[in-house]
């Protein structure tokens, strides 16, 4: 079982749609989570993090997070063709300096 | 402007010849670190730095080299490159070394060893 397991994709929803994309992660003891968006060609960028159950809001970006079903999902609402982009789960544990990343999503957003 | 600086930005060698890629950054980060992302793989840290003079291996070290010796310099040597390390490679740094940090990714280097 891969640590942190992500689908591929590509996931494709039309323009103003609402994009869902899923993580989860093997490890219990996990403390933090992240979702970085990385455009073809380009490093990736944070755009959400995470360290609690629930749901946590920043503009058209929502994360949630279920600890007791090692589950973390990001919502992007209104989506645009250009969050079309690969979008990376990362997981860490706290007391270890290690950051693991899921293979990424490919999310499509067509006009 | 806040950024990690990466050097070359793409890279052709041949089996055997070292190279170096070179990573700084500007924002007094202590923690930096390597990663390879191959498709299928993802991201997968090479080696780690919490501080000046401490670094250690993450989960694919092998064949690569670290130091770091000032704290906003973090190279990447690769001391006998090898086909299968034909790779982008990224730098990054957070400010703090636990793993709640944001990271900030420098722009990567492409890397083919023939």
């Known amino acids: 079982q891969k640590e942190v397991e992500q689908n591929s994709g590509p996931l494709s929803v039309p323009e103003g749609a609402i994009a869902s994309l899923n993580c989860t992660y093997s490890?219990?003891?996990?403390?933090?989570f992240f979702w970085y968006r990385q455009y073809s060609g380009k490093s990736p960028e944070l755009i959400m993090s995470?360290?609690?159950?629930g749901d946590k809001e920043d503009g058209r970006f929502t994360a949630q997070l279920n600890k007791a079903s090692q589950y973390v999902s990001l919502l992007i609402r209104d989506s645009q063709p250009s969050d079309s982009a690969t979008y990376l789960c990362a997981v860490g544990n706290t007391g270890f300096q290690k950051l693991v990343f899921g293979t990424g999503t490919r999310l499509l957003v067509s006009p | 402007e806040a950024q990690v600086t990466q050097n070359p930005r793409y890279l052709i060698t041949v089996t055997g010849k070292k190279l170096t890629v070179t990573c700084s950054q500007n924002m007094n980060h202590e923690y930096m670190s390597w990663y390879r992302q191959d498709p299928g793989l993802g991201l997968r840290q090479i080696y780690y730095s919490m501080n000046v003079e401490v670094t250690d291996k993450g989960d694919v070290p092998e064949g690569y080299k670290v130091s770091r010796k000032e704290k906003r310099n973090f190279p990447l040597i690769l001391e006998s490159p090898s086909p299968n390390q034909t790779s982008l490679y990224f730098c990054?740094?957070?400010?703090?070394?636990?793993?709640?940090?944001?990271?900030?990714f420098g722009s990567g280097t492409q890397l083919s060893v023939l």
């Open positions: 990054a740094s957070s400010f703090g070394v636990s793993t709640n940090e944001k990271l900030f």
């Open positions: 995470i360290y609690s159950n």
């Open positions: 490890d219990r003891g996990s403390q933090s």
